[in-house]
């Protein structure tokens, strides 16, 4: 299994967070920089609040959506990255 989807995602502590309608803002705290997220961005968020593997919200996702398994891998391997470069996630098992 890729390094990738063993590796635990959390949210960093923070980054606030707030739910409008479909779609949602995320607030990281000590940087004051505001970022919005479209449904499966902010549906991608909640999971990953669980505290579980990136491969788990990837399953999570494709099964909520259902879509194709790779469909979802190309498209929140970059948002997931973005958040980890944003400092929005911490990651474990790297």
């Keep these: 299994m890729p390094e990738s989807t063993t590796r635990v995602l959390?949210?960093?502590?923070d980054v606030a967070s707030s739910r409008l309608g479909d779609t949602g803002v995320l607030v990281h705290l000590r940087t004051n920089r505001i970022f919005e997220l479209n449904a499966?961005?902010?549906r991608a968020w909640e999971i990953i609040g669980t505290g579980c593997a990136e491969g788990d919200v990837f399953e999570q996702l494709q099964r909520e959506f259902d879509v194709?398994?790779?469909?979802?891998?190309l498209e929140l391997t970059p948002l997931v990255e973005a958040m980890v470069r944003e400092g929005l996630l911490d990651v474990d098992g790297r």
């Design 10 to 13: 959390r949210q960093n502590h």
């Design 40 to 42: 499966t961005g902010l």
């Design 68 to 73: 194709d398994p790779e469909r979802v891998r």
